[in-house]
Structure formats: structure tokens, C-alpha cells
């Protein structure tokens, strides 16, 4: 037998019957519309009924007044049906005989030819109303439940089941009506409520009008029995078995409670559901929207595949555990947001640096002395000294590689070979090259990065740089630590100071990423042009290493050796036929004229410069190779910037003296003014002079006017006039107190009307008493003066040392030098015609005299 196909609808309640609809056309009525008090009638109580054929159901319990369509699909029912219709028309052949069949609920509904003991006991007599036989050999049909019966012997199994029954009495108490009033008046109240709640409108009009015909209590149990869908088939038998209306009821009202329970949590559930459910559709509804318009813009959705490769490269960064729980953290939260949104870029950018930060990549240490000396050897000329400090630190590294030794700082004017140095280590050991410029840092964010939540934030230099190496132990070269800046946005310094700090630097964290890195295996280098600036505490990290600049003979070498062949490499001019061959004056004509350096930045570039010039005749179809003598460098350079020619010019007027000066890009010459007006004994000082020159300046004039008699100047020349002292600023910076000689000289020279000669050049601080005090940077000014092709230079003589421990004899040789203790030794070497008359001791000055009052004097 076929289940009727009733739908049973959780959430609105009440089972709908689609069969019903098909048979009927309409939604059939589910009682018969009996009025008025109802018994089990239709038979006498008690009574038997024999051979009646059994119509057995699964999932489904018939109540009398029941009224329902099924549709039959077992073969023995439907034989079942058309004998039971025969011998109905056979025993009132006037055709108004009804079929009668006694309805049974199957205990289990998987069996499906039931036997005996597979058939509840209990069941309803019910009358067939309808039959339909449909095509394919089913029958649907109608049945009007009548009365309870129970099973007094099964007769016949085969080749369907037909049994004797007696009529049972399913209304026992039905007097006791005042009791049932409340239960019944409860429960209806009850079943109202939930045809308001729970139903369509149309489904509510049907139910309301076949609750209002229930008459009876015991009929309004079996109502509830029939209706409620949360009821299982167990408790709907067990209600048509209870035959006391008290108990029925009872049992009703039980279902009704359950029910309202099961709708309560059906409603939570639903609203859950639902509230979810808007959600993930919307979501989706929109990523799916996205995926079109990225489609319809050629854009492709390459997202998941790509979330699927992000994910593998954050699982293969080899991260330390915070760092990847911290990395997986956020890329679920990315998978949550929208890809086009801002969030998700900033979420986005995250990751790939974190993915590309070297956590564990690492390069194997070479720590292969004779090696790394073969490299220094090979790269760089000279600077023996230097070469052996770094042999020296690889070797104990070699020992003790978890050494936190000092770190090297390379001092020393641009060009000399600092950047070249820092690439050797890391070539002789085997390690990555990165390099970061400090100069101009003035935040501390570029160090350490920008927080997070910065609009287009950052991982500070550092990562970056290690990012860059694609290893965690690379030699990392700080440039120019002396430039660092400090303002309001914080001490860069003090990031750099932590960087650098052994005991710290294991955990350094950065803003951006927000993770310790252990920066302990870097190998930090340093380079500073000059060390006064670095701040103390960062320079007591270091240890420093000072480059000075090359004499002409060495920039020749390094040309020769070094840098000519690179530039020639670099061009593509490896065969020899087509290399341009340099002449040794060219080489030094471009030293001299044509780059005024301490180090070979320029004369690297000149060379480069060259070198293009060769290739492009060559491919203008000029044959062989170009001869560099100094007239082609002159062609192909242009006028060369001598300054030897502008010294004579500038020193053609008296008033002018050559000083040497000393400053962070190595040596210079400083060409130091003095000019005398009609006045008021004022003192004017303009120019590039700082604080240490104007005291300088002031001290100057103080001693010509005591001893200036000796050289035939005027006493009393300062009463009508002013003095101006300027020093124009070049292109570089110059301070310090070693222009004290200079100015001397170049006011003797105004006050005496005679030129300085211009292939002389001098340095040396002075005292009022007229002694010539050391100075620094010996080397360099020499190294300046040979540049500018002076010849004769003054120095004090307590430099005597350093001039002959630093100075190479090249340049010693080239030279004339004079040393000097005081200034009356000095200005004869400056002007040989001014003859020194007997020296008269001029008036003491009290001390704390300022210019003004000693101009007075
Ligand atoms: N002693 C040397 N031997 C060989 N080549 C040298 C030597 N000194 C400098 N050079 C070459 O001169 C050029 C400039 O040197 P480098 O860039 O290392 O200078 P630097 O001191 O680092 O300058 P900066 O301070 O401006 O960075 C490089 O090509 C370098 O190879």
C-alpha cells in the first residue's frame, strides 16, 4: 500500500494532502462533516464484522470521521480492492452497496507484504468513497474513517489479508462532559492560536470551519491526533487505542504542549537560519556580482588561486611561531573581506612582506682567511692597512663566529673605496650585499617602519634591506651614518643605536610587521665621511677604520688596475682591437684638471664618459682602437676645469691669501679676502665663516695691529677704516681654526698693498702672541694643494709628525714645505719684499677685550 504523499510542513504546521488536490481538484475537506454528537456509529458496539478485507497503511492511523485520498500501488491491495467492490455489488446488485475496509497501520513501514504481527491490532473500520484506477496500474481513493474495531482473528494472508473484527466502543466516560470542559475548551483555545499563527490564509479558512464542526471531546482528541504533525505515528496508534475520552484528552493536550515546543524551537531555529542565511546570500550575491564585473573588465578571478598560493608561501617562509600564527591569523581574516576593499589591500601588502622577510634563509659562512685576503687583494689597491684590520675581524669571526664584536665603520671622504670594501667582505665570506643610505634619514619610522595603521605604511629600512637580500645574515652597509638627521618625528639614531646593540638586536620589531627578528646574524658595516657628527653612543659601537684620499700616482694605479678595466667590461669593450688605450699623462690630466677629489668618483666617471665616446665611433663605422693621448681627453671631456688657472687670477690682487682647508669630502683650498674701507674701526665677517674662523679672524686682526709696524704698515692704520674679512663658500662647507695664518696673510697683503703668490698655499692656527698651533688633516690638504698644483705649502711645525708619517713621498717630493712655530717666521715665507723692520712689542690687551674695544685702541 502507497503512503498518500501527505506533506507534512514543519514550520507552518498542519499536514497539507497535494493528493488531495489532484483527485479532488480542490483542497478536500479532512473530516467527514458530520454535525452533532458523534459515537463511533455505523455498526453496535461489540459487534463483529467477519471476513472483512484489511487495507493496511504505512505511516498513516485513520480516525473515525477521518476523511482522506491515498493512492494504492501494492498488487495484493489493489486485487484486495476490486474483489471487496465484486462481492459488495454481488450482495446488493441495486448498487448502493458499500465497500467496507478495515483499516490497520503497519507497526514497521519497510515490510512490504504485511502479515499478522505486522499490523497494529487497533484500527478503523472505513468506508471506500472512491476509486480511480490511474494507468500504470495504481488506484487512488477515497476513504471515510467509521468506527474503532479490534483485530479478533486474522483469516486469510494470502493473497491479502482479511480478518474478523469487532466493533469497539471509543467513547467510554463521554458523560462526564463538565470535567472534559476545560481540557476540551483549553485544547481548542490552543488549536486556535495555532491555525492563526501557523497557517496560510487559505489553509487557516479550512481548518477553522472543520475545528468548528468537531463536536465531541472524544472527537476533538482524535482531531488533534490526525493534525498535529510533530506527532509520530506510535502516538497517534496510541491515541486511537485509548478508548477513555478522560485519557484521550489528556494525551491531546500532551501533544498540543509538544507541539508548541517544537514550533517555538523551529522558530528560533528559523530565524537563525534565516538572519545566516541573508547574510551569506548577500555575501555571495556581491562576490559573485565582483567576479562579473572582473570578468567583463578582462580582470579574471584568479583570487582563490591565488589565496591558495599565498597560503603555501606562508607555510613555506619558514616563520617562527608567532610569527606564523600571526601570519595565518590574518590571512583567514582576509579571506572574510571583500577584495576590493581597502582593508583587505592593507591585510593583502601585509603578507606579502611577511612572506618575504628571510626567516630562515640563511648563507653558509666561508671563513677562508688567505681567501678573503686574495679578494682585498684583488679588488683594491693599497690601503694595506685597512685590508689587514678586516683580515684581522674575519679571523677571529672564523674562531668565534657568534662573536658580537664592534662594528666596522669606514671613514673617509667619498670615492675612496668605503662601498667597495663592504662588497669584498661579503664576496670573501659569502654572504648577500645590501646597502642603505643613511643620509637625509631624519624619522625614525624609516628605520623601523610605520605603524600598521598608517595609510600606506611600510616595514622600516632594515627589513627592507634584508627583504632585498633574501637572507637573513647578508653584510648590511649603513652609509653615511654622520648624515643621519633628528627632528620632531623622532631620533633615528636611537632606532640605529638599537639595531646595532648585540644585547638587543635579537628582538628587534619592527612597527610594520610587529614580530621580533633576530638581526644578531647580520653582518652590519658602517661608513661615514666624517665621525664628529655621529653621535656619541653610536660611535662608541664601532670601531673605526679611516680612508684618506689618493695621491695622484695611486689614483693612476687604481685607474689602471681597477677601474679601467670595469668601464672597459662595462661597455662591451673586452676585445683588445677595439679598447681605447689611455696614455699615463691623459690619466693624469684628468686627475688634475678635470676632477678635484679626494677619492675616484669622478675620474671613474670621466673615464666612463670615455669609454661611451670609443664605443659610439666605433659604431659610427671609426676604426681601431682610440687613442686617449691629452688632447683627445680634452676633446672628449671639454674645457677642463683647471684651478690652477683660476688661483693665479684670483690671487692677482692684493688682499687675497691661499689657505688649505679641511672637509668631510677631503681636502680643499679656501682662498681667504680681506678688504680695508674708510670708517670707524668696525669689523665686518661675511662669507663661510663659522664661529671657530671668526675668532680666528679677530685674533688676526689683533696681531697686525701690534706687529704690523714690522712690515711697514701703518700704527693706528685701524682708527679711520673698516676691516671685511670674507671667505667665499665654495662648494663646500669649511670650519675650524686653521685658517688663522691665512687671514694674517691676506691682511698683511691689503694693508700692504702686495700680492700672495698663488703657487703658495698655507695652514696653521695662531695665538695672539703670534704662535702657529697644529692643525688636522694634514694628509688631505697636501693631498688638495698637489691637486691644484701648488707648490709651495706653510705648515706648523708641531705637525712635523703626521706630515712625515701620513704624507706619501710622492707628494712630499712634489712639494715644498715650510714649517713654521710663530708668525714671524711665517710672513717673510709669505712676502719675501716686505723687509721685517726690529720687532716693537705692541700694547698688552687685557683679556675679555672684544674687537670693538681693541679696535679703539
Ligand atoms: N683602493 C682602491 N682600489 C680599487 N678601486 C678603488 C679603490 N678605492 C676606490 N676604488 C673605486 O672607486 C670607486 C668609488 O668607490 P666607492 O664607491 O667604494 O667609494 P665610497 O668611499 O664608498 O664612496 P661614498 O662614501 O660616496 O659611498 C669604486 O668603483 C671603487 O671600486
Not at 484506477?133 to 491479502?160: A, C, L, N
Not at 466502543?169 to 491555525?195: C, H, P, S, Y
Not at 683627445?632 to 691661499?658: D, H, I, K, Q, Y
Not at 704690523?708 to 662648494?731: C, L, N, W
Request: glycine share 8%; aromatic share 6%.
Amino acid at each position: 500500500m502507497g503512503r498518500s504523499g501527505g506533506h507534512r510542513n514543519v514550520l507552518s504546521g498542519f499536514r497539507l494532502r497535494p493528493d488531495t488536490e489532484r483527485i479532488r481538484g480542490r483542497q478536500a475537506p479532512m473530516s467527514d462533516p458530520v454535525k452533532g454528537s458523534v459515537t463511533d456509529a455505523g455498526s453496535p458496539q461489540g459487534q463483529v464484522h467477519r471476513m472483512v478485507p484489511v487495507l493496511p497503511l504505512r505511516d498513516i492511523v485513520v480516525f473515525p470521521h477521518s476523511f482522506l485520498p491515498l493512492s494504492v500501488g501494492r498488487k495484493s491491495t489493489v486485487q484486495m480492492l476490486r474483489d471487496a467492490t465484486r462481492e459488495a455489488a454481488e450482495a446488493d446488485p441495486s448498487g448502493s452497496g458499500k465497500v467496507m475496509l478495515a483499516v490497520l497501520t503497519q507497526k514497521d513501514d519497510s515490510v512490504d507484504n504485511p502479515g499478522e504481527d505486522d499490523l497494529y491490532r487497533v484500527g478503523t473500520a472505513a468506508r471506500l468513497e472512491k476509486q480511480v484506477r490511474m494507468r500504470e496500474g495504481t488506484v487512488r481513493i477515497v476513504i471515510r474513517g467509521s468506527f474503532r474495531f479490534r483485530v479478533e482473528r486474522i483469516v486469510q494472508t494470502e493473497p491479502y489479508v482479511r480478518a474478523d473484527i469487532r466493533v469497539l466502543d471509543g467513547t467510554v466516560g463521554a458523560n462526564k462532559t463538565v470535567e472534559f470542559e476545560a481540557l476540551t475548551r483549553k485544547i481548542r483555545e490552543e488549536l486556535q492560536e495555532m491555525i492563526k499563527t501557523d497557517l496560510f490564509p487559505r489553509a487557516r479558512e479550512v481548518m477553522k470551519t472543520q475545528l468548528a464542526r468537531v463536536g465531541s471531546a472524544g472527537q476533538l482528541a482524535d482531531f488533534v491526533a490526525e493534525q498535529l504533525p510533530s506527532l509520530n505515528t506510535e502516538m497517534r496508534q496510541e491515541i486511537l487505542q485509548t478508548l477513555s475520552i478522560e485519557d484521550r484528552l489528556g494525551l491531546a493536550y500532551a501533544a498540543i504542549l509538544r507541539e508548541k515546543q517544537v514550533r517555538d524551537l523551529g522558530r528560533s531555529i528559523e530565524s537563525k537560519v534565516k538572519s545566516e542565511v541573508g547574510r551569506t546570500q548577500r555575501e555571495f550575491f556581491l562576490r559573485e556580482q565582483m567576479k562579473a564585473i572582473q570578468k567583463e573588465l578582462g580582470e579574471g578571478d584568479d583570487s582563490t588561486k591565488e589565496m591558495d598560493e599565498l597560503r603555501e608561501k606562508i607555510e613555506k617562509a619558514g616563520m617562527p611561531e608567532e610569527a606564523e600564527k600571526e601570519a595565518l591569523r590574518e590571512f583567514r581574516r582576509l579571506g572574510r573581506i571583500p577584495p576590493a576593499s581597502a582593508e583587505y589591500t592593507v591585510g593583502r601588502t601585509y603578507l606579502d612582506w611577511l612572506v618575504r622577510v628571510p626567516w630562515d634563509k640563511r648563507t653558509e659562512d666561508k671563513y677562508d682567511i688567505p681567501r678573503a685576503k686574495d679578494i682585498l687583494e684583488a679588488d683594491h689597491y693599497d690601503l694595506e692597512k685597512v685590508k689587514d684590520r678586516i683580515l684581522e675581524f674575519l679571523a677571529v669571526r672564523e674562531r668565534k663566529p657568534d662573536q658580537k664584536g664592534p662594528i666596522l665603520c669606514f671613514a673617509g671622504p667619498p670615492g675612496v673605496g668605503k662601498t667597495s670594501l663592504g662588497r669584498s667582505i661579503a664576496k670573501a665570506v659569502g654572504r648577500e650585499f645590501v646597502r642603505l643610505s643613511l643620509g637625509g634619514i631624519r624619522d625614525e619610522a624609516e628605520i623601523r617602519g610605520h605603524r600598521r595603521t598608517y595609510i600606506g605604511a611600510l616595514p622600516g629600512q632594515i627589513v627592507q634591506g634584508l627583504v632585498r637580500a633574501g637572507t637573513r645574515n647578508p653584510v648590511f652597509m649603513l652609509d653615511e651614518v654622520d648624515k643621519l638627521g633628528m627632528d620632531f618625528r623622532g631620533d633615528p639614531s636611537s632606532a640605529l643605536l638599537e639595531v646595532l646593540d648585540p644585547e638587543q638586536n635579537d628582538t628587534f620589531r619592527d612597527h610594520y610587521l610587529d614580530l621580533a627578528f633576530d638581526l644578531s646574524d647580520v653582518l652590519f658595516i658602517a661608513t661615514a665621511n666624517m665621525m664628529d657628527p655621529v653621535p656619541p653612543a653610536l660611535r662608541d659601537r664601532m670601531e673605526i677604520l679611516g680612508l684618506q684620499g689618493y695621491t695622484e700616482e695611486e689614483k693612476i694605479q687604481i685607474a689602471v688596475r681597477h677601474i679601467l678595466p670595469r668601464q672597459l667590461e662595462n661597455h662591451g669593450l673586452e676585445e683588445e682591437e677595439d679598447q681605447p688605450v689611455f696614455g699615463r699623462e691623459s690619466l693624469a690630466l684628468i686627475i688634475r684638471d678635470y676632477t678635484r677629489e679626494a677619492g675616484l668618483r669622478n675620474m671613474e666617471r670621466s673615464i666612463a664618459k670615455i669609454c661611451r665616446k670609443a664605443v659610439r665611433k666605433l659604431a659610427e663605422g671609426e676604426a681601431g682602437p682610440l687613442q686617449v693621448s691629452p688632447e683627445v681627453v680634452s676633446e672628449l671631456l671639454g674645457a677642463p676645469t683647471s684651478l690652477s688657472r683660476e688661483l693665479v687670477e684670483r690671487v692677482s690682487v692684493p688682499g687675497v691669501a691661499v689657505g688649505l682647508a679641511w672637509t668631510p669630502v677631503g681636502g680643499d683650498i679656501l682662498f681667504a679676502e680681506a678688504s680695508r674701507m674708510k670708517g670707524n674701526t668696525r669689523l665686518t665677517l661675511t662669507g663661510q665663516l663659522g664661529d671657530v674662523m671668526k675668532e680666528s679672524a679677530t685674533a688676526a686682526l689683533s696681531w697686525v695691529r701690534q706687529h704690523g709696524a714690522t712690515y711697514g704698515i701703518q700704527t693706528g692704520f685701524y682708527r679711520k677704516s673698516d676691516i671685511h674679512f670674507h671667505v667665499p663658500e665654495g662648494s663646500t662647507p669649511k670650519d675650524g681654526p686653521s685658517a688663522g695664518i691665512t687671514l694674517v696673510a691676506a691682511l698683511i697683503s691689503v694693508l700692504t698693498g702686495t700680492v700672495c703668490r698663488p703657487e703658495l698655499a698655507m695652514t696653521g692656527e695662531i695665538t695672539l702672541t703670534g704662535h702657529v698651533l697644529p692643525v688636522g688633516g694634514i694628509k688631505e690638504k697636501l693631498l688638495a694643494a698637489h691637486r691644484y698644483g701648488i707648490r709651495e705649502v706653510i705648515l706648523p711645525r708641531l705637525n712635523e709628525g703626521s706630515f712625515l708619517e701620513d704624507v706619501p713621498d710622492e707628494i712630499r717630493d712634489a712639494l715644498q714645505i715650510h714649517l713654521v712655530s710663530n708668525l714671524e717666521e711665517t710672513i717673510p715665507i709669505i712676502f719675501p719684499n716686505l723687509a721685517p723692520a726690529p720687532t716693537i712689542p705692541g700694547p698688552s690687551i687685557a683679556a675679555g677685550t672684544t674687537p670693538d674695544q681693541m679696535l679703539m685702541q
